[in-house]
């Protein structure tokens, strides 16, 4: 008998037989490689975080109570995921539905059962940070609950939120900056505590909080919602379709979010690897190449991605019958809406849909118009910093200038928090809006200015600070 043909033929019984495509996107898994299945060891840990509050924010609240369901139907305990969310839109005023969240329009509840392990004035940078390493001193409030992994134990991390060029926005006290983040987890991976890490990351130019910054060589791997120069995208907004029900006002999911959930939702997860979720989140969220989308990427550990993401997720039992194919794409939307401009979605549509000369929609009126003053006060006053430090023509040119892929966002990350204090004690907060500014803020530390010429050049341009919400320092400076 020839050998060739009886060896393709043992090949592909091998390959029946192991019940999972050993060939996971661009990896080639041998047969002598030990599989991923229910022998796993170690344990299962998950962070789950909500970085903003306020109702027209519901998209990310949302999210992460959905990925809560996800982990639990997939088997991990909830001993072993830590959410974190102001937790202020279950039963917020504006919500149709009291005490319930959904995360699509004909979605079931997903709050049900969240655990409130860091709410409020809770969610925190810091307290992230101290649940990550497992320093429950360092914790200020909350449950106490921290990642105590050991050696053997995969960690998966989810964040959703608002985000800038090296910023990711918290709801309570500075926001997290790209550095900071990075050198926890390259903490986290010398104390030897976690054998691989998995982080899903949805903000705009969330690619900046990893590029030229994540090791490829300390067992982490991410995705991240957007490259380092441009926006995410909500979805399930008002006059999308599918819209969500006629009574919601707001968004309520991410585009990013959402794919890589709803596809998990729906597959056995034991023959799904990272990477082909990867690629897939990747085609639905490009959006086809129209105006509407961002581009996902990865960074890390690369390889890691031939993990099953039942390693880091579980599956859900149910699933066991649905294989993953390439061709089970999940379509999108009709079209999304820039994560900056979800809010002004929300106003605006409280305010088209609330009866004539009603308090509400005076209340929505004024929400509007705050939202667009404060826009144009942070534009404006941010372009008048660049002209005062480096000149009318040529001051456009340094604060919109991108650095060529691969390096990182700045070079001095303390410089880069100066800045924003210096700016922010003349000029009143960035908010979420005023974080699309961060990369102004780098390249002005890039150009060696000092934080005294940056104090005066702010002082300058703003002669007050707009009495407004969105202006206010009452909640404390980003930096």
């Known amino acids: ?101 959904i995360n699509k329009p004909d979605g079931d509840d997903v709050y049900e059962g969240v655990p409130k392990d860091y709410t409020g004035e809770d969610v925190t940078a810091n307290n992230f940070f101290a649940a990550l390493l497992g320093n429950k001193s360092a914790l200020t409030g909350g449950s106490g609950k921290v990642v105590d992994s050991g050696p053997d134990d995969r960690i998966f991390i989810y964040y959703s939120d608002h985000g800038g060029p090296g910023v990711l926005g918290m709801p309570a006290g500075p926001y997290l900056y790209a550095s900071d983040l990075i050198e926890v987890l390259k903490k986290k991976h010398a104390s030897g505590t976690y054998k691989s890490l998995v982080f899903y990351l949805e903000a705009c130019e969330s690619g900046s909080i990893f ?145 004539e000369g009603s308090p509400r929609k005076n209340a929505a009126q004024k929400q509007v118009l705050e939202a667009m003053s404060h826009r144009m006060h942070i534009d404006n006053s941010v372009k008048l910093v660049g002209k005062l430090l480096f000149g009318i023509e040529k001051g456009p040119e340094v604060l919109n200038a991108v650095r060529p892929s691969g390096l990182a966002l700045v070079d001095d990350w303390d410089c880069l928090k100066t800045m924003v204090r210096a700016f922010e004690t003349h000029c009143g907060s960035l908010s979420q809006y005023g974080m699309k500014h961060m990369r102004s803020f780098a390249n002005i530390c890039n150009a060696g200015i000092k934080n005294e010429q940056m104090a005066e050049a702010s002082a300058q341009a703003c002669v007050s600070i707009p009495a407004n919400t969105w202006s206010s320092l009452q909640r404390g400076f980003s930096a």
């Open 211 to 355: 590029e030229g910054l994540l090791p490829e060589d300390i067992n982490i791997y991410a995705t991240t919602a957007s490259n380092a120069e441009e926006s995410s995208w909500g979805t399930y907004c008002p006059g999308e379709y599918p819209s969500p029900p006629p009574e919601y006002t707001t968004c309520l999911g991410d585009l990013y979010s959402v794919a890589w959930m709803e596809d998990s939702d729906r597959h056995n997860l034991r023959t799904e690897t990272l990477h082909q979720q990867y690629k897939l989140v990747k085609e639905r969220t490009i959006y086809g190449g129209m105006y509407y989308g961002s581009h996902v990427m990865q960074y890390g550990d690369i390889e890691r991605s031939s993990d099953v993401l039942f390693l880091y997720l579980g599956t859900n039992p149910a699933n066991d019958n649905f294989t993953f194919a390439d061709e089970n794409s999940l379509g999108s939307p009709s079209k999304a809406v820039n994560q900056r401009d979800a809010d002004l979605i929300h106003f605006w549509d409280k305010f088209r849909k609330a009866p």
């Open 1 to 101: 008998m020839d050998p060739l043909p009886t060896f393709l033929f043992l090949i592909a019984v091998a390959t029946l037989v192991s019940g999972r495509r050993d060939l996971a996107g661009d990896f080639l898994r041998l047969p002598s490689q030990p599989d991923n299945d229910d022998n796993v060891q170690g344990t299962r840990w998950a962070i789950l975080l909500a970085g903003s509050n306020g109702y027209w924010n519901y998209r990310h609240q949302a999210d992460i109570c959905h990925a809560y369901q996800i982990l639990r139907k997939g088997g991990l305990k909830e001993e072993n995921i830590i959410v974190f969310m102001y937790d202020d839109i279950a039963f917020n005023e504006e919500n149709p539905r009291p005490g319930v969240i």
